[in-house]
């Protein structure tokens, strides 16, 4: 009788381990396999220390993810990547999270990476472990369960550019710019912001802005759907707090609600239809008959 017994227990095991292997793999594009040496590359940024990322999570259910490196722009130190990966996981865990702002310190946004750690590292094996993390982490952010906007401030040039396309919204202030200064580095976008912008505004557009190193106003990213809307305040706390309002047309109400909302959308956008159309059919099924829903069904009992 025992081996009977034994069959499913161990078909039940291997299973919740391929499914848990696979929700890893699903959140991170690159492994060991891949000649990923996550370890190795990380020992190496955190040569290169200055800045922080910070993070304050608000009881609204608003994030406020702050690059904060003034003295360089808020360029990228090699700490400061290791240290944005840590945000995400803390944002990954953070169950009633509904948004997320991310900006830069001392009204600007960010000037990429910061080339003193970009020198030291200049071997194409480090590039491409620097290139595989980020990659890694900021496919990480977009897939959060957060609706995000970048708030614009100032200057968002190569890197910053890039992450500004992680976000699913971006919002611009007077006087800023976006720019993709690649070319100009003799590169292309390394932290998966090409294939980004490619999806935001479609393979002309990104063409031009990568092939032109263009430096795209307010006024430009609007018409080319780059950006959302301009903002009327230039000085840092009024441009948050706007930033703020903004965002919350969106992020009313329950998180379980607003959190679905977003996985769904990133399902359409990253899956194959059948596959996609299953994730919202089993996203829709936590939510019906869920306290949100018997509530509605009670306040709005006629079609109006």
Not at 11 to 40: C, D, M, P
Not at 59 to 81: E, S, V
Not at 108 to 124: H, M, R, W, Y
């Amino acid at each position: 009788v025992f081996p009977e017994m034994a069959l499913p227990l161990w078909k039940n095991l291997l299973l919740t381990t391929k499914k848990r292997i696979l929700q890893q793999r699903r959140l991170s594009l690159y492994n060991g396999a891949h000649g990923f040496e996550e370890e190795l590359i990380k020992k190496k940024l955190q040569q290169f220390s200055g800045g922080s990322i910070n993070l304050s999570k608000e009881d609204n259910g608003i994030g406020i993810l702050t690059l904060n490196n003034p003295k360089l722009m808020n360029a990228f130190t090699g700490t400061m990547i290791v240290e944005l990966q840590e945000r995400v996981t803390e944002l990954e865990n953070w169950k009633d999270g509904k948004g997320l702002i991310v900006r830069g310190a001392g009204n600007t946004f960010c000037s990429g990476s910061d080339l003193n750690a970009v020198k030291e590292i200049s071997n194409s094996q480090d590039g491409m472990n620097m290139c595989m993390f980020m990659q890694n982490t900021l496919t990480r952010l977009m897939r959060l369960p957060l609706i995000s906007v970048a708030l614009v401030q100032g200057k968002a040039f190569g890197g910053g550019a890039e992450l500004t396309t992680a976000c699913d919204f971006r919002l611009m202030t007077p006087g800023s710019e976006i720019r993709f200064v690649h070319k100009r580095m003799g590169l292309v976008p390394g932290w998966g912001g090409a294939a980004r912008l490619v999806r935001v505004v479609g393979s002309g557009a990104a063409l031009q802005l990568l092939g032109g190193a263009a430096r795209v106003d307010p006024e430009r990213a609007l018409r080319m759907g780059l950006s959302e809307a301009t903002l009327p305040s230039s000085d840092e706390t009024g441009a948050l707090r706007e930033a703020r309002a903004w965002l919350s047309q969106y992020t009313d109400g329950p998180a379980t609600v607003i959190r679905a909302v977003k996985k769904v959308v990133t399902a359409g956008r990253e899956l194959p239809l059948e596959a996609a159309l299953r994730t919202e059919k089993d996203i829709f099924g936590t939510l019906w008959g869920g306290p949100a829903n018997l509530q509605a069904l009670v306040e709005r009992p006629k079609h109006k």
